[in-house]
């Protein structure tokens, strides 16, 4: 089986602050790994993925995320957050191989910016 | 592209009626997922077809439940009958080749359901 632990239902940063949002998976064999991001009234669009290429990774707006192995994690940063970044944040995992997977989303962190 | 289209955007209806949803995948695409999202729950999926085929349904939560493909342009999920916990937004998402495997799902913009 395998899972998403994403770390603080809410953060909130100050416009130009850096943003961390945290997760950590569970995987028994090498996973896929996501960021999505959902604004107000809409569906998910993708970030940015992680698919076994380079371990950081560099998304959409100025995100990006890093894998790291040992550490289980799958972290999303960004070095200045902007209004526009208020949004809901979700880490998802799929399992590498093989067909029929499902993509497992965590619980979200939302986003808050304040001037 | 028009993306993943979903209708109704809002849907209000009494316990004990029939609700149907509706997508239309973007052309092109082999899998169609749907999902329900709600505060308690989050992000649950419920069903995915590849081609027009059900592949998994285990989110299905009861034989209330039941969704279709006749085409590779529409899916429908149905709730008959409805009950306020029912109450979410259910969103239909659509993916290429190779989609379970990468993860790289397009989301519609989700159908609000109210059972009152």
């Known amino acids: 089986a395998q899972s998403v632990t994403q770390l603080g239902s809410h953060v909130s940063v100050s416009e130009g602050a850096l943003v961390l949002l945290r997760c950590n998976y569970s995987?028994?064999?090498?996973?896929?790994l996501f960021w999505y991001v959902q604004y107000p009234n809409q569906g998910l669009q993708l970030l940015l993925k992680?698919?076994?290429?380079?371990?950081l990774v560099k998304g959409i707006n100025g995100f990006e995320a890093e894998f790291k192995k040992s550490e289980t994690s799958f972290h999303l940063t960004k070095p200045s957050a902007h209004m526009s970044d208020a949004a809901e944040y979700f880490c998802?995992?799929?399992?590498?191989?093989?067909?029929?997977?499902?993509?497992?989303f965590g619980t979200g962190t939302q986003l808050k910016v304040e001037l | 592209d028009a993306g993943v289209i979903q209708s109704p955007r809002h849907e209000v209806t009494e316990m004990g009626q029939e609700v149907t949803l509706r997508c239309k995948p973007i052309?092109?695409?082999?899998?169609l997922f749907w999902y329900r999202q709600t505060m308690m729950r989050g992000l649950e999926l419920l069903i995915y077809?590849?081609?027009?085929?059900?592949?998994?349904d285990s989110g299905m939560p009861e034989d209330r439940f039941s969704a279709k493909m006749p085409n590779a342009s529409f899916s429908t999920l149905k709730i008959q009958p409805s009950e306020p916990r029912d109450s979410a937004v259910y969103f239909c998402?659509?993916?290429?080749?190779?989609?379970?495997?990468?993860?790289?799902?397009?989301f519609g913009e989700g159908s609000r359901l109210t059972v009152l």
């Open positions: 052309s092109g695409h082999d899998y």
């Open positions: 998402a659509s993916g290429p080749v190779g989609t379970p495997n990468t993860g790289e799902l397009f």
């Open positions: 995987s028994s064999v090498p996973p896929y």
């Open positions: 077809f590849n081609n027009n085929v059900p592949i998994d």
């Open positions: 992680y698919t076994s290429a380079a371990t």
């Open positions: 998802a995992v799929s399992r590498r191989a093989g067909g029929g997977n499902k993509l497992t």
